[in-house]
Nanobody, 128 residues
Protein backbone atom coordinates (compact mmCIF):
# COMPACT_ATOMS: atom_id res chain seq x y z
CA UNK A 1 0.00 0.00 0.00
CA UNK A 2 1.14 3.51 -0.80
CA UNK A 3 0.48 6.35 1.60
CA UNK A 4 1.00 10.04 1.01
CA UNK A 5 1.24 12.31 4.03
CA UNK A 6 1.17 16.09 3.69
CA UNK A 7 2.37 18.60 6.26
CA UNK A 8 3.20 22.26 6.54
CA UNK A 9 -0.18 23.89 6.08
CA UNK A 10 -1.33 26.75 8.26
CA UNK A 11 -2.66 30.27 8.41
CA UNK A 12 -0.71 33.24 7.09
CA UNK A 13 -1.37 36.79 6.09
CA UNK A 14 -1.39 37.94 2.50
CA UNK A 15 2.17 38.22 1.22
CA UNK A 16 3.42 35.51 3.54
CA UNK A 17 5.10 32.20 2.78
CA UNK A 18 4.58 28.53 3.56
CA UNK A 19 6.32 25.33 2.54
CA UNK A 20 4.30 22.15 2.19
CA UNK A 21 5.87 18.70 2.38
CA UNK A 22 4.63 15.38 1.06
CA UNK A 23 6.17 12.06 2.00
CA UNK A 24 5.25 8.86 0.22
CA UNK A 25 5.68 5.47 1.82
CA UNK A 26 5.13 1.93 0.58
CA UNK A 27 5.89 0.48 -2.83
CA UNK A 28 6.80 3.65 -4.68
CA UNK A 29 9.66 2.32 -6.81
CA UNK A 30 7.83 3.09 -10.07
CA UNK A 31 6.85 6.66 -9.24
CA UNK A 32 6.60 8.84 -12.33
CA UNK A 33 5.01 12.11 -11.25
CA UNK A 34 4.25 13.87 -7.99
CA UNK A 35 2.01 16.90 -7.81
CA UNK A 36 0.05 19.31 -5.67
CA UNK A 37 -3.61 20.04 -6.18
CA UNK A 38 -5.86 22.34 -4.19
CA UNK A 39 -9.54 22.75 -3.59
CA UNK A 40 -11.29 25.80 -2.22
CA UNK A 41 -14.77 25.58 -0.69
CA UNK A 42 -17.39 25.38 -3.41
CA UNK A 43 -14.81 25.03 -6.16
CA UNK A 44 -13.39 22.17 -8.17
CA UNK A 45 -10.03 20.67 -7.40
CA UNK A 46 -7.31 22.30 -9.51
CA UNK A 47 -3.74 21.37 -10.28
CA UNK A 48 -1.13 23.65 -8.77
CA UNK A 49 2.26 22.16 -9.59
CA UNK A 50 3.75 18.88 -10.73
CA UNK A 51 7.17 17.34 -11.18
CA UNK A 52 8.38 14.35 -13.14
CA UNK A 53 10.34 12.42 -10.55
CA UNK A 54 12.77 11.03 -13.10
CA UNK A 55 13.73 14.03 -15.19
CA UNK A 56 12.62 16.85 -12.91
CA UNK A 57 10.40 18.61 -15.45
CA UNK A 58 7.88 20.84 -13.74
CA UNK A 59 4.51 22.34 -14.62
CA UNK A 60 2.58 25.08 -12.84
CA UNK A 61 -0.87 26.58 -12.92
CA UNK A 62 -0.75 30.07 -14.40
CA UNK A 63 -2.11 31.52 -11.15
CA UNK A 64 0.96 30.40 -9.16
CA UNK A 65 3.80 30.82 -11.65
CA UNK A 66 6.59 32.89 -10.18
CA UNK A 67 5.26 32.42 -6.63
CA UNK A 68 5.27 28.65 -6.06
CA UNK A 69 8.10 26.20 -6.54
CA UNK A 70 7.82 22.41 -6.52
CA UNK A 71 10.96 20.49 -5.73
CA UNK A 72 11.95 16.93 -4.93
CA UNK A 73 13.36 15.63 -1.70
CA UNK A 74 15.59 12.61 -1.42
CA UNK A 75 14.75 9.92 -3.94
CA UNK A 76 11.37 9.88 -5.63
CA UNK A 77 9.24 9.76 -2.53
CA UNK A 78 9.27 13.29 -1.17
CA UNK A 79 8.15 16.53 -2.72
CA UNK A 80 7.94 20.09 -1.45
CA UNK A 81 5.87 23.07 -2.44
CA UNK A 82 7.39 26.41 -1.55
CA UNK A 83 4.73 29.10 -1.63
CA UNK A 84 5.56 32.78 -1.44
CA UNK A 85 3.63 36.03 -1.86
CA UNK A 86 0.51 34.15 -0.85
CA UNK A 87 -2.87 35.64 -1.71
CA UNK A 88 -6.31 35.05 -0.19
CA UNK A 89 -7.30 33.20 -3.36
CA UNK A 90 -4.61 30.60 -2.55
CA UNK A 91 -6.74 29.47 0.39
CA UNK A 92 -7.83 25.87 0.22
CA UNK A 93 -7.08 22.27 1.04
CA UNK A 94 -3.84 21.23 -0.61
CA UNK A 95 -3.46 17.61 -1.69
CA UNK A 96 -0.38 15.70 -2.68
CA UNK A 97 -0.83 13.21 -5.51
CA UNK A 98 1.35 10.61 -7.16
CA UNK A 99 1.36 8.61 -10.37
CA UNK A 100 2.69 5.10 -10.00
CA UNK A 101 3.15 2.61 -12.81
CA UNK A 102 1.40 4.63 -15.49
CA UNK A 103 2.78 6.30 -18.57
CA UNK A 104 2.55 10.08 -18.37
CA UNK A 105 3.40 12.60 -21.03
CA UNK A 106 2.87 16.31 -21.32
CA UNK A 107 1.35 18.36 -18.52
CA UNK A 108 0.17 16.06 -15.73
CA UNK A 109 -1.96 18.81 -14.17
CA UNK A 110 -4.44 18.50 -17.02
CA UNK A 111 -4.71 14.73 -16.48
CA UNK A 112 -6.17 14.43 -13.00
CA UNK A 113 -7.47 10.91 -13.60
CA UNK A 114 -3.97 9.58 -14.10
CA UNK A 115 -3.04 10.21 -10.47
CA UNK A 116 -3.69 6.98 -8.62
CA UNK A 117 -2.62 7.93 -5.11
CA UNK A 118 -3.71 10.90 -3.02
CA UNK A 119 -2.98 12.26 0.42
CA UNK A 120 -5.54 13.45 2.95
CA UNK A 121 -4.71 17.11 2.44
CA UNK A 122 -3.37 19.99 4.47
CA UNK A 123 -5.23 23.27 4.94
CA UNK A 124 -3.78 26.58 3.80
CA UNK A 125 -5.55 29.77 4.83
CA UNK A 126 -4.43 33.18 3.64
CA UNK A 127 -6.02 36.22 5.22
CA UNK A 128 -6.05 39.69 3.72
Amino acid sequence: QVQLVESGGGSVQSGGSLTLSCAASGSTYNSNVMAWFRQAPGKEREGVASIYTGGGNTHYADSVKGRFTISPGNGRNTVYLQMSNLKPEDTGMYYCAQVLGRLVTGNPLSQVAIFNYWGQGTQVTVSS
